[in-house]
């Protein structure tokens, strides 16, 4: 008898014992305190995205795996495209016409994803991306005749630029808005249960979940909105980090997004998934629906890349004239998720990297290779956060296979804050 195991959207972990008994759930931490008579330590691994493998399950309910196969690229277009109710795209890569259809599977991507019987929400930052997401989304509801307006959440400490910039598209768009306060001292004591919950070490990684995961708490304790629309996927489909304007090529520029995406689950796709759903919401992000996103990368790599010292430009100029976001917000800077819930004079890595540095000394750094040799901490952060992750997860660090940095610039830390052309952009 053969049965397969598919990965869906929600990150997915395997763990079999060396006498051939399978496990699978979407969380490790449901796999690791599992008990097995005759194996102790389980081997808990990732179930890679786009893939599904044949085992073949005898009748003492042991398995053996017979093939993994890759059956999804992100390029792939879904085969379902051939049967949706989809506008018809025009061909071609002239300007407008891609503009056009950007628009048209944008909105599809949004409309497709209201089905539900709970309340729908969106988180709101106030960048392009959940910006353009919230907009679409409340138009969409008002065309479904939702009986309830929509709420949109941000999170951030006084003085955030994304506090700020939130509110303003709220305003434009009409949403019941919230904005949630936290300090410094929240976010250091939420870092426990955000890594618990995590399943990672991941620097960037960490830093950018402290705040979803205090919005989703928020979310949860005081609304009865469930479904939780957000902007992720944008960065990595459309070219969005900033380190994109130092890409040698439009073809290394391709190369680099299509291996973010690959990567999402290691990283944003993780953040955004374990945040929320360890308070029960489910996550909904159009960027990375199948239509949009294979015709996205569809797109000559010249289209794709920077322009006029602006990411994201082809997505920006698509809705130019759409009214849907004001003007600012539409062609406002990339600002990560981490860095934006803070001020420019107090970034929160440095509110982080200043506390770590009372809990760390210099001699657990220099045993750090000897302690952790396998993705050695570099920096007092990083070790404060394996430590954590150790305490919950032991002798798991190989779920992660390398720490999220940017490419082609000599960086030292994840955060865009510390990059040439953020602190230009700043000043301008």
């Known amino acids: 008898m053969e049965s397969f195991i598919f990965q869906g959207i929600i990150p997915l972990f395997k763990a079999m014992t060396e006498d051939g008994f399978l496990a699978v759930c979407s969380e490790a931490k449901g796999l690791v305190t599992l008990k097995h008579s005759t194996t102790p330590f389980l081997k ?4 890679l995205p786009g893939h599904y493998e044949v085992l073949d399950l005898k009748p003492n309910g042991k398995v053996a795996s017979v093939e993994m196969v890759k059956y999804h690229h992100c390029r792939d277009e879904p085969l379902h495209a051939l049967y949706d109710n989809v506008e018809k795209l025009f061909p071609g890569f002239e300007i407008e016409t891609v503009k056009n259809n950007l628009r048209i599977l944008f909105n599809n991507a949004v409309k497709k994803r209201l089905m539900t019987d709970r309340r729908i929400a969106c988180l709101l930052s106030g ?8 907009a679409t989304l409340l138009k969409q509801l008002k065309e479904a005749q939702v009986q309830y307006t929509l709420q949109t959440f941000a999170i951030g400490m006084e003085d955030s630029p994304d506090l700020l910039a939130a509110r303003k598209v709220a305003n434009h768009i009409g949403s019941e808005h919230h904005e949630v306060l936290f300090n410094s001292e929240e976010g ?3 870092l426990d249960e955000v890594i ?3 399943e990672t070490y991941d620097i960037t990684t960490v830093r950018a979940s402290v705040g979803m995961y205090l919005i989703s708490k928020y979310i949860r304790k005081n609304t009865d909105s469930v479904v939780i629309f957000s902007g992720e996927g944008s960065d990595e489909l459309t070219q969005g980090y900033i380190y994109f304007h130092k890409a040698p090529s439009p073809e290394k520029a391709e190369e680099e997004s299509e291996r973010l995406l690959k990567e999402l689950y290691l990283f944003d796709v993780l953040r955004a998934d374990r945040t929320t759903a360890a308070h029960g919401l489910e996550l909904r992000v159009p960027f990375l629906d199948h239509r949009f996103s294979s015709y996205y990368l569809s797109l ?3 289209m794709r890349i920077p322009k006029n010292g602006i990411e994201k430009h082809l997505l920006r100029e698509a809705f130019e004239d759409s009214n849907l976001i004001p003007k600012e ?3 406002r800077p990339k600002e990560a998720f981490s860095d934006g819930i803070t001020s420019v004079k107090n970034s929160w890595f440095k509110i982080l990297q200043e506390y770590v540095e009372h809990q760390v000394d210099d001699t657990m ?3 750090a290779a000897q302690k952790f040799p396998f993705n050695t901490p570099k920096t007092k952060e990083g070790y404060y956060y394996r430590q954590i992750f150790e305490r919950h997860y032991p002798g798991r660090a190989d779920w992660l296979t390398h720490y999220w940095m940017p490419k082609w610039i000599n960086a030292t830390d994840p955060s865009a804050r510390t990059l040439t052309h953020y602190k230009s952009a700043a000043k301008a």
């Not at 808990?44 to 179930?47: K, T």
């Not at 960048?127 to 919230?134: I, N, R, W």
């Open 365 to 367: 750094m220099a045993n």
């Open 44 to 47: 808990v691994e990732p179930f």
């Open 127 to 134: 960048g392009l991306d959940s910006s353009l997401v919230a």
């Open 300 to 302: 000559p790599p010249e």
């Open 329 to 331: 917000i539409l062609w």
């Open 188 to 190: 250091i004591q939420a």
């Open 196 to 198: 618990f919950s995590l």
